[in-house]
């Protein structure tokens, strides 16, 4: 690819600078692109979402913004709070702003657009505009996650009208890149691809999983450290979890698991993060007497997660069992939890899983809190010869998840001819 033609648009409605981004993908890919030799522009909100923060104070339309090496355009859209009429007015502020502001920038030959349907599914008619290949991440599945979670009855008529959203913008993609490895098998089980006489040819679809920056890991691991008591102790054993606290994390499953071992001074378990969920959780707690889980800051600075992992004896993944991993997982945070090389437990065991494939831990549907307690028990009591074969083999693995290799990956597809054969 020439230096003419290396132009490439990154937008992302949710992405955000480094000192406030957990999740990396939009920002790793625009910073190994760029030293690279790709010029970049990421094209994102003014809002920090889940962070009551407007970049954006005034009424202009755009704050243009360099963070290192990233070259960044916030497009001013409202506040909010919730996942109520702001966020939507915010959601379809963005493209329509992007719009009226992209003639101000460099010409793109590619954009590669963060889904979020169907709001913005008008960038296709930019990327048109353009003549620019047009490839379409899909981080998450929308709106089947909300059919999975019980928020949308299956027989909503508006579903219906929900999927065919979600259907036009996969066919009008020029690529498409899952982040979740069964991408091919959700289009084929809608029956959205040729060979079910829809319009989605599989041979453009594509997987790219979220991942970690190890150079950065291991940097922010030795010279980030979190001053905590309850981490710095190396009497008890720790298991750690950090995201979110909401509905789909399911945390009282992990709190009543916590309660087996309440009587065990030398075992505390540590929760990093905030969500609808965490106060009545604490409430839960305090009533249940069950002093042994700690609730930790709501937001962590990224640059601490290192260390705080480097701490641990387990790290959690918490899920609503019943209802994910029918295409495969793309938590961010399981790669940073790779990354450390510590034990993982899971209380799903997801279609393609990573962590049952390497046995980096244990991951399965739980029966019981008794019996998730147990597989955490298992895990505390693995022996060094036990956890130095883990670590090794962590470290194979979380190689495949480099954003260095990611982003090698990330060129192969823009530069694929999918329309060959």
Request: hydrophobic share 40%.
């Amino acid at each position: 690819m020439g230096v003419e033609k290396n132009k490439i648009w990154l937008i992302n409605q949710y992405a955000m600078p480094p000192q406030f981004e957990s999740r990396l993908r939009t920002i790793k890919f625009a910073h190994y692109l760029t030293l690279k030799g790709y010029d970049v522009i990421v094209f994102a909100s003014s809002v920090m979402h889940n962070m009551n923060k407007n970049l954006i104070i005034d009424s202009s339309l755009y704050l243009e913004q360099f963070y290192g090496n990233l070259h960044f355009v916030h497009i001013n859209t409202v506040s909010y709070k919730s996942n109520g009429l702001r966020r939507i007015w915010s959601m379809l502020q963005f493209p329509h702003r992007l719009k009226k502001i992209a003639h101000k920038f460099n010409k793109p030959d590619v954009i590669i657009h963060t889904a979020t349907v169907p709001f913005g599914n008008r960038i296709y008619f930019l990327a048109k505009k353009f003549k620019a290949q047009y490839i379409v991440e899909v981080l998450d599945l929308w709106p089947q996650s909300f059919v999975d979670l019980g928020l949308i009855s299956k027989k909503n008529p508006l579903l219906y009208l929900a999927y065919s959203f979600e259907k036009w913008l996969y066919k009008k993609a020029d690529k498409l890149v899952f982040s979740m490895e069964g991408g091919k098998d959700y289009v084929i089980e809608k029956k959205w691809d040729t060979l079910h006489g829809g319009p989605i040819n599989l041979s453009k679809i594509f997987y790219i999983n979220n991942g970690v920056d190890l150079d950065e890991f291991h940097y922010n691991q030795l010279h980030y450290k979190l001053e905590d008591i309850d981490l710095m102790n190396n009497f008890t054993k720790k298991i750690i979890y950090i995201g979110s606290i909401r509905l789909a994390n399911n945390m009282i499953k992990l709190i009543e698991a916590a309660e087996y071992f309440k009587n065990d001074s030398s075992v505390k378990f540590l929760i990093y993060g905030d969500g609808d969920d965490r106060q009545n959780l604490e409430n839960y707690c305090k009533q249940h007497l069950i002093s042994n889980v700690i609730f930790k800051e709501k937001w962590v600075d990224p640059k601490f997660v290192p260390y705080i992992l480097s701490r641990s004896n387990i790290n959690i993944l918490n899920y609503m069992p019943e209802k994910f991993g029918n295409f495969g997982g793309s938590q961010s945070k399981m790669f940073q939890y790779i990354a450390s090389g510590k034990p993982i437990c899971c209380n799903l065991k997801m279609k393609y899983c990573i962590i049952t494939k390497n046995k980096l831990g244990i991951a399965k549907e739980f029966s019981s809190s008794k019996e998730y307690a147990e597989a955490i028990n298992h895990l505390l009591q693995l022996n060094q010869n036990e956890l130095n074969s883990l670590y090794a083999k962590s470290q194979k693995v979380i190689n495949e998840f480099d954003y260095r290799f990611l982003t090698e990956k990330l060129i192969s597809i823009f530069n694929y001819d999918n329309t060959k054969g």
